[in-house]
């Protein structure tokens, strides 16, 4: 079966594209070093061509609300058209766990996505997830400086390498609609993850717990990207993705 990933040199996309493999599928890299450009369109129809299932992992490193939203308003756009044409049978799009309930950049334009999605008329699957182990990194390498400042925000991070596995599953099976959410098995600290990734690290950097403003910084502070509802649960914990990564 061939299955197209978009975003697939990304943090989860290069994951999923070795969990296809390994299921015995044939991954199509949707990428612009792959000659594929998700925003404009350039050559996505030829790389679609045979294409069973899109699995869209594409993602845009921001905080505003304009250009989350302008990102995945075009690139959902633009990929559903391109399936309609293809004749894609399955859509599967990765979003956050709690997205709808944070007003705030990033996750307005995940809420965007997911809206396209639901509305379109490619039969689909929408895995929600919690932040990656990866996003402690993320969070700490935003910015040099010998003062880390990471937002206060509780999470249960998931390993990348384990939500691209269920993505994969989910592409070559039937579409489900929206598909139970997936979390990591326990909760964690934001802030004190960037502490433990940076002694890891051997790095003398200071972490600065901030709260992020408005009603929002309130809601991640409290657990609102927390999952409420039963769904699928990871095994590896952050620490063990730590001791990994060292």
Not at 215 to 238: D, H, K, N, W
């Amino acid at each position: 079966m061939r299955v197209a990933v978009a975003g697939g040199t990304g943090v989860v996309g290069r994951y999923v594209v070795a969990s296809l493999a390994a299921l015995g599928h044939e991954p199509v890299v949707l990428a612009r070093s792959a000659g594929v450009d998700v925003l404009t369109g350039g050559g996505l129809d030829a790389a679609l061509e045979s294409v069973a299932a899109v699995i869209d992992v594409t993602n845009v490193k921001t905080t505003s609300r304009r250009a989350a939203v302008g990102f995945f308003d075009t690139a959902g756009r633009t990929l559903l058209a391109a399936e309609m044409r293809a004749g894609v049978q399955h859509h599967v799009a990765l979003s956050i766990v709690g997205a709808d309930r944070v007003r705030m950049g990033y996750y307005e334009g995940k809420v965007r996505q997911e809206q396209l999605v639901a509305a379109g008329r490619v039969p689909w699957t929408l895995l929600r997830a919690t932040q990656f182990h990866e996003f402690a990194a993320q969070v700490v390498d935003a910015v040099p400086g010998p003062i880390a400042v990471v937002p206060k925000m509780r999470s249960q991070p998931v390993a990348a390498r384990e939500a691209a596995a269920v993505l994969a599953e989910l592409a070559v099976g039937p579409p489900l609609g929206r598909a139970p959410e997936l979390a990591g098995p326990r909760m964690e600290d934001v802030p004190d993850m960037a502490r433990r990734l940076l002694r890891a690290r051997g790095s003398r950097r200071r972490v600065l717990a901030l709260p992020l403003p408005g009603a929002a910084g309130r809601a991640v502070a409290e657990g609102a990207l927390l999952p409420t509802s039963p769904g699928a649960r990871a095994r590896q914990t952050f620490t063990e993705w730590l001791a990994e990564e060292r």
